[in-house]
Structure formats: C-alpha cells, structure tokens
C-alpha cells in the first residue's frame, strides 16, 4: 500500500517551453501532496504544499507563476514549470499523506532543460 | 540557519563496522521520520518516531527519538555495501516535513 507514482520519470525540453509533471496516489486518497525540489548531493528542499480543491501555498522564495500547481482530485496533483531555463534543471519530487499524517515519496522526475 | 541538523554529511566505511547518524534541532517535532533514497529515486521511509525516548529497531537499524522530541538517532550495525545510500531525516512541523541536509553513507566491501 501507499504508493505514489510520477510521470513522467525523466524529460528533456528546450528552454523556452512548459513541461508538466503528474503526481499520483495510486492506492490511497491524500488530501494534501507536497513538491520538493532536489540538486545533486542535497537534501530536499520543500516547493509547495497542494491541498484538493484549494490553491497551493508556496514556500517562500517559489515562484507561484513559474511553477503552476493543480490539485484536480484526491489522488492527482500536476506541477506545471512555465518557460523552463536551465536554472530549473532538477529532480523534482512529490509527495502524499495518507490519513495516519505520514508522507510517502514519488520516484522523482528528472528535468533536463537545454 | 537549519532547522534541522544532520551529522555527518558524509560517511565511508567498511563492511561490518558500526556507525551512528544524529539528527539534532533547537525545535519540537510531533513526529521524526527517517528515510533512505537511492539515486535516481524517490525516498523511501524506514520509520517514524512519535513518543520522545522511543527506540524503534529494523534489521540491523535502530532509531531512537530523544526525550525531548528534539532529535533523533539512526544506528546502523555491521554495515553491508547494500546500505549504500542517502539518508535523510525530516521532522514533522505545521504538516509538514523539515528536512535535514542528509548524510551519504558508502559502504565499502
């Protein structure tokens, strides 16, 4: 139980363009997923936290324009980054709590803008 | 400032010897959670510690929660090459995670 799933696992873009990330909760409701962000050899660093049907709340210093979040149901939660640059080559994560408040872990997305 | 302060940041040890990584903060946490992540690859948790003073064991991994519920410990015995990997500590604050900066633990045969 409790699994999560991403897509997809890795892209490559040109810069310039606007990839989307799908974060799902494959057995279980969550009503709140998180997405993180990780550089090599780093801890990770949380983005955002995305409740259904409400907007995300972004930590401080993300750029709510420059990655779009969509929480359509209780099991899918869609990270938009917007005109990608280089700068935001990463592998980004999410997250989803099931009920007992625990946090499991998407395999990550890696992004590779040229 | 980190509000969560994980020792050491890098390890590298043989096969079969014992080491100990500490995860310590000026912060309460409701709950401590640890996790290990390959590269590539998600984090996957090992456990979670609620109660200060728990001592929770895994194999040959035992946690421990201090009495305060301001830090943690993670034990690992006899180390294998298998337990290569990142480890990284997270304290549950406000519904959310605070990580710690991780600790890269090589495993040498």
Same mark, same amino acid.
């Given at each position: ?5 991403? $897509? ?76 990608? $640059? ?29 | ?109």
């Amino acid at each position: 139980g409790a699994v999560v799933s991403q $897509h997809p696992s890795r892209v490559i873009c040109k810069s310039g363009t606007s990839v989307k990330i799908e974060c799902r909760s494959l057995d279980f409701q969550a009503t709140t997923m998180f997405w993180y962000r990780q550089f090599p050899k780093q801890s990770l660093m949380l983005m955002a936290t995305s409740n259904e049907g409400s907007k995300a709340t972004y930590e401080q210093g993300v750029e709510k324009d420059k990655f779009l979040i969509n929480h359509a149901s209780l099991t899918l939660s869609t990270l938009t980054v917007t005109s990608a $640059h280089p700068e935001d080559s990463s592998f980004y994560i999410c997250s989803a709590t099931n009920r007992g408040n625990e946090q499991f872990f998407g395999p990550g997305t890696r992004l590779t803008v040229l | 400032t980190q509000l969560l302060e994980q020792s050491p940041q890098f390890l590298s040890i043989q096969e079969g010897e014992n080491l100990t990584v500490y995860c310590n903060s000026s912060s309460v946490f409701s709950s401590l959670q640890w996790y290990r992540q390959e590269p590539g690859e998600g984090p996957v948790l090992l456990v979670t510690v609620v109660t200060g003073g728990e001592v929770k064991k895994l194999k040959r991994l035992t946690f421990q929660f201090g009495d305060a519920r301001k830090d943690s410990s993670l034990h690992i015995t006899a180390a294998q090459p298998g337990d290569t990997g990142l480890y990284l500590c997270a304290g549950g604050k406000g519904g959310k995670l605070i990580f710690g900066q991780g600790t890269e633990l090589s495993v040498k045969p």
